[in-house]
């Protein structure tokens, strides 16, 4: 017999698909969700993390790692990337989702900075802090995958479908290895809905950072990625601090409108004196599509805005504080896909004396996200400035 597409895609018909997506059919891409915790929520959930079991031996690296994140949880230093995506994944399992994370050495983090398995250095012992948040059960999963990206991605993708209260990670070891599992992005991730009407909330973390490492290593390869958005079947996001992540990772789960999200993680970042967060970052405001200029950098006077994302604003800022300029201001594009172009213009509305907008980004002309989106930029400064 014939169904219609909505129980199609409901997975009604003898249990075609799985999963219950039906509240999630009906979401609006513009809907905002709040994903901000509470101060004592923070706090509760620091002191969670960090308990070990009695006798617990730690490698001395290990335990100075958790001996900062004590300090961050106590206000005595900024948090970090570590402790901000640790935050996130309990927050997300007190209010009752799962996580499923697999990757390649995901447990201790390709540039050790995550260490959600913890090993006893004499007995061997594992443990897991985030499968201790609640009392449910272990709800979270992290999974040292092979190196076969075609076929972990895969599975990952088709578990994502599956299954809407989980959000389900997956990590390349560097963001170019996401090059083995091309297809599945290209066949499934980017198209899965439009072809087939799956529901996917997957997220990619794809380290990315041009730090001297060669072509190999250094980019995720952003452009491919943009050259593959169309009609809002996913997102594609460079955050540049902790906080920033905190709060994409809990909208991903906590959003309806449900689609795939490809993250440009950092390498370098990750203990960059200047890619910090405050605990004010993690209980008030948002995630920004696009982040401001400093607080009190001078508005009048500024003649050139200046667009990038990732990376390269540290060492924007580095350069220009440097020299003493203060007639240049620099902007972040957190958000590549869908661009932020409403928010873009609202903020160059107000730099009143500038004629010139700039994008400067770390990767070759013909690579990052240049050619995808200067269509944006180019109809935002004919809106807003003056033409030079």
């Known amino acids: 017999g014939q169904v219609t597409v909505r129980e199609f895609l409901q997975g009604s018909v003898n249990g075609y698909l799985h999963g219950d997506w039906r509240r999630f059919m009906d979401a609006h891409p513009a809907t905002a969700v709040a994903t901000a915790i509470g101060v004592d929520e923070l706090h509760s959930l620091g002191r969670k993390l960090l308990q070990l079991p009695d006798g617990f031996t730690l490698h001395p690296r290990v335990e100075k790692v958790l001996h900062d994140r004590r300090e961050m949880i106590d206000g005595k230093r900024p948090l970090d990337w570590g402790m901000a995506e640790h935050l996130a994944f309990a927050s997300l399992l007190r209010e009752g989702a799962s996580i499923r994370f697999s990757g390649q050495d995901s ?31 272990p709800r979270f999963r992290i999974i040292n995958s092979m190196l076969s990206e075609l076929a972990v991605l895969a599975f990952e993708y088709g578990y994502a479908t599956s299954s809407p209260e989980t959000l389900v990670i997956w990590e390349a070891q560097f963001g170019d290895f996401a090059n083995c599992a091309q297809v599945v992005i290209d066949q499934f991730i980017s198209s899965g809905y439009l072809k087939w009407g799956r529901y996917c909330q997957l997220t990619l973390f794809l380290p990315h950072g041009f730090e001297g490492q060669g072509p190999e290593h250094s980019s995720a390869r952003p452009e491919r990625f943009l050259q593959l958005c ?24 906590k959003r309806d409108f449900r689609r795939p999200l490809i993250v440009m993680t950092p390498k370098s970042l990750l203990r960059h004196p200047g890619s910090n967060s405050q605990i004010e970052d993690f209980v008030a405001g948002g995630l920004a599509l696009i982040i401001e200029e400093r607080a009190g950098y001078p508005v009048a006077g500024v003649r050139r805005v200046v667009l990038c994302s990732g990376k390269v604003y540290f060492d924007l800022v580095k350069a220009r504080d440097a020299r003493g300029i203060a007639d240049i201001a620099i902007l972040r594009i957190e958000q590549l896909y869908p661009f932020p172009r409403r928010t873009l213009q609202s903020l160059l509305q107000t730099y009143i004396d500038a004629s010139e907008l700039v994008w400067c980004q770390e990767e070759p002309r013909n690579q990052g996200a240049w050619y995808q989106i200067q269509h944006h930029l180019r109809f935002s400064k004919r809106r807003t400035m003056a033409l030079g």
Not at 109 to 136: C, K, M, N, Y
Not at 232 to 237: D, E, H, K, P, T
Not at 239 to 251: E, G, K, V
């Open 107 to 137: 447990g201790r983090g390709t540039f050790s900075h995550r260490h959600a398995v913890l090993h006893d250095q004499e007995t061997e012992e594992r443990h897991i802090p985030l499968q201790h948040v609640t009392g449910d059960g």
């Open 230 to 253: 169309a009609e809002l079947n996913m997102r594609v996001w460079n955050p540049s601090t902790p906080a920033q992540l905190f709060h994409l990772l809990r909208d991903q789960y």
